[in-house]
């Protein structure tokens, strides 16, 4: 497995490694299913997680070599929370809806304590990563929109974006310029996925305002 982590080509100046562009198109996929509401989103998020982990693991990114942790993790979760079909669409893909302002308030307040707590470990550590603010950021934003996706909340596609705001400068920065390149694809897509949950809402809804009283 040591070829995962040797250089594959170098684009426009910059070298690009094996295992960075493998667990990123393998991530790309898993945002694809993601969009089009397929369980199949979570294996693929699984398998993207562990090629990246052994990827920013060699590079000293504990923060995003954590996350990508907590990223199989939340795929474990996400796969068993939309295999159970809870509120499960016609067309038999998941049922997407926004988040309601106290879930908001909860998903916000999550991520603030929990990038302040992160960057806190970081900071007393300095061995764990040599950017701790936004290695922390990154950790924490991920796993607040990976667990908003697999509640079926239209929000994360939010959090998404504003991880990859911080995200691509970040992977530039240290060398992962594949991860740079594709999270720039990620906001793009971000977006696109963004539109369809949003328009999804009013789908799934209506056949019970249809079926409502006048």
Request: no cysteine.
């Amino acid at each position: 497995m040591n070829w995962l982590n040797t250089e594959a080509f170098t684009l426009l100046g910059q070298h690009i490694k094996w295992s960075d562009m493998t667990g990123n198109v393998i991530g790309l996929l898993g945002l694809v299913f993601g969009w089009r509401r397929s369980i199949w989103s979570w294996p693929i998020q699984f398998l993207a997680g562990l090629v990246l982990f052994a990827a920013f693991a060699t590079a000293h990114l504990s923060g995003s070599a954590g996350k990508n942790v907590v990223v199989m993790l939340v795929a474990v979760f996400g796969w068993r929370q939309w295999n159970r079909g809870k509120g499960g669409a016609a067309d038999g893909h998941i049922a997407v809806r926004f988040a309601t302002w106290r879930e908001r308030a909860v998903l916000l307040g999550a991520a603030a304590a929990g990038t302040v707590a992160v960057a806190g470990l970081f900071l007393a550590y300095p061995s764990l990563s040599w950017d701790p603010w936004p290695d922390a950021y990154i950790f924490v934003g991920t796993v607040v929109a990976m667990y908003a996706q697999a509640r079926g909340m239209v929000e994360f596609w939010f959090a998404w974006l504003l991880v990859d705001v911080v995200g691509v400068p970040l992977n530039f920065a240290n060398g992962f310029a594949f991860s740079g390149f594709v999270y720039i694809i990620y906001g793009a897509l971000v977006l696109w996925g963004m539109r369809d949950w949003w328009l999804r809402t009013r789908t799934d809804a209506r056949p019970v305002l249809e079926g409502a009283p006048a």
